[in-house]
């Protein structure tokens, strides 16, 4: 089946303008998370939905960021006056959102490169 | 709250001999581990993953082992090839409960020289 999908695939833009960025999860899975990706390091974690709400935006770097997912499927990453220090993949995951349990594997998407210049 | 911490950063084999990354975490209540291989401009894709109530794990050529009691994990591949050069991360959750996000490890770069 289709897995994770993002879009753009790149996004550049200047120091101070707004982006979208957009995550299309696995169908059916609950659980959707943002990371972001700077070079040379692992994904750190911004943001995660359980269905429509943010269970947990405690990785959001400041307010200038803020994510929704109306719907429970889509979400889209917001970026207001963006910074040079933006610039990274950010990248969506998601699950089948279990309750309990010990672990739900995380399926990736295949990331937007923004580049802020 | 959760910190993992992985070693080491680059790693250089020759194929056909095994590699080992070792991963450490701070969060003894911690019961899920898994490892992503990242190739380059690619996703980070699942390889394989160990949940606490086991001690080791294995697929074909690649397996986890997990010590709860010392607070690390390592992953094996055995009979390296090429195609297994790219980025390797460990993660383990930021709490215990059922959906979480993951913390990861800095990774660790394998090159696996023909």
């Known amino acids: 089946g289709a897995g994770v999908s993002q879009t753009p695939s790149n996004k550049v833009t200047e120091k101070g303008k707004y982006v979208e960025l957009r995550c299309d999860p696995i169908?059916?899975?609950?659980?959707l998370y943002w990371y972001r990706q700077s070079l040379g390091q692992g994904p750190e974690f911004l943001i995660y939905?359980?269905?429509?709400?943010?269970?947990?935006d405690s990785g959001l770097p400041n307010d200038r960021f803020f994510a929704v997912r109306p719907e429970g499927s889509v979400s889209t990453l917001k970026i207001q006056r963006t910074e040079r220090g933006d610039s990274a993949v950010y990248l969506c995951?998601?699950?089948?959102?279990?309750?309990?349990?010990?672990?739900?594997?995380?399926?990736f998407g295949p990331g937007t490169r923004l580049t802020v210049l | 709250g959760e910190n993992v911490e992985q070693h080491p950063s680059t790693l250089s084999v020759q194929e056909g001999d095994s590699a080992v990354i070792k991963c450490t975490y701070s969060?003894?209540?911690?019961?899920?581990f898994p490892w992503y291989k990242q190739e380059l401009g690619k996703r980070p894709q699942l390889i394989i993953d160990?949940?606490?109530?086991?001690g080791e794990k294995k697929d074909q050529r690649i397996a986890v082992t997990l010590n709860k009691t010392a607070k690390h994990f390592s992953l094996h591949i055995t009979e390296t090839q090429p195609e297994d050069s790219a980025v390797y991360f460990c993660?383990?959750?930021?709490?215990?409960?059922?959906?979480?996000?993951?913390?990861f490890g800095k990774g660790t770069r394998l090159s696996v020289i023909a």
């Open positions: 169908s059916g899975h609950t659980a």
């Open positions: 993660a383990a959750p930021t709490y215990y409960s059922g959906n979480t996000p993951l913390v």
């Open positions: 995951a998601s699950s089948l959102g279990l309750a309990g349990g010990m672990g739900d594997t995380q399926y």
């Open positions: 939905f359980q269905g429509t709400g943010a269970a947990d």
């Open positions: 969060d003894s209540a911690s019961n899920y």
């Open positions: 160990i949940r606490s109530n086991v």
